[in-house]
């Protein structure tokens, strides 16, 4: 199983950023899917889930409304697309499918 994660970088407060969640070895299309994020010191923050055919999408209130899961079962691809960016959002953010995680890719909001 391997997830990798990209899309993060440096946004001014307010922006936007898309992250992508790249997976391989399992079938990617069977699996709820998962974004959390995690600044040091404190625990993995569970942001959103969505079911394997995308009729579900669950939000964390930190981000209900602001952020949007989706996914690509052709691609075996998982998204973010993260708007109205704030500073607390500053974080390494990870894809996981309910066992296995990437190696995150750091967001990091600030002017």
């Known amino acids: 199983v391997l997830l990798v994660e990209s899309g993060g970088g440096l946004v001014q407060p307010g922006g936007s950023l898309r992250l992508s969640c790249a997976a391989f070895?399992?079938?990617?299309?069977?699996?709820?899917m998962n974004w959390y994020r995690q600044v040091p010191v404190k625990e993995r923050e569970f942001l959103a889930l969505?079911?394997?055919?995308?009729?579900?999408?669950t939000y964390a209130n930190s981000v209900n409304g602001r952020f949007t899961i989706s996914r690509d079962n052709s691609n075996n691809t998982l998204y973010l697309q993260m708007n109205g960016l704030q500073p607390e959002d500053t974080a390494v953010y990870y894809c996981?499918?309910?066992?296995?995680w990437g190696q995150g890719t750091q967001v990091t909001v600030s002017s």
């Open positions: 996981n499918n309910g066992g296995s």
């Open positions: 070895g399992f079938p990617f299309s069977r699996y709820v």
């Open positions: 969505i079911s394997k055919f995308s009729v579900v999408k």
